[in-house]
């Protein structure tokens, strides 16, 4: 099978993710600033002619209009990571409240679920299913943080145990191959968007 190449974007900014809560399926909208901070940006010209996705949640879809990325489709694969019912928490809340419990599941690496939620493992295996039945060659995707980690460590690889061998950052594009014969690579890391200054 031919390799499909794809880049993977974060959304912008909601308020839960400045009060560093849990967001996963929960539909929180971008902070109004950010969409401000989006409109001053475009997609390089590599990933501009390509076919878009966003996911069923509101803020892939404010990023996505921020950067007048169109047309957009949905595509559900892609949507974050299901955090269950700790969705709305934070992460040192969640380790002081349930101790070695906690460090257990983290230290699952792949492995690790959230209460009534997905493993990362679960998030790929999702993911993958859409690269194996999709016949676009190249796409773009603006998605969430856990799509882009599980992609990544995939690709990497990495095991998604302590740091991440490398720095993302969440405001540029990933990109990544995949094949049905050689699975996940990572092809470039941290592209920048273009300024609006830069394009004119």
Known sequence: MSTIRFALLRHGV???????????????SLRAETVQTYRN??????????????????????????????????????IEMDWGQWEGRRL??????LGDAMRVNEDRGWDFRPDGGESPRDVLQRVEGFL?????PTFGAVTHKGVIRAVYAAARPW????KMPD??????LHVFEWSSDAGLSVSELNVPLSTLGELS
Not at 132 to 136: E, F, I, K, L, Y
Not at 159 to 162: F, I, N
């Open 14 to 28: 909601t308020d839960w993710n400045a009060q560093k809560r849990i967001q996963g399926r929960s539909d929180i």
């Open 41 to 78: 940006y475009r997609l390089p010209d590599d990933w501009c002619n390509v076919p878009w996705f966003c996911t069923p949640l509101s803020r892939t879809r404010e990023t996505a209009n921020a950067l007048s990325i169109s047309p957009i489709s949905v595509e559900t694969a892609l």
């Open 159 to 162: 095991d998604m145990m302590g």
């Open 132 to 136: 194996r039945n999709s016949d676009v």
């Open 92 to 97: 040192p809340e969640l380790r002081a409240e």
């Open 167 to 172: 720095r993302l950052d969440w405001e540029c």
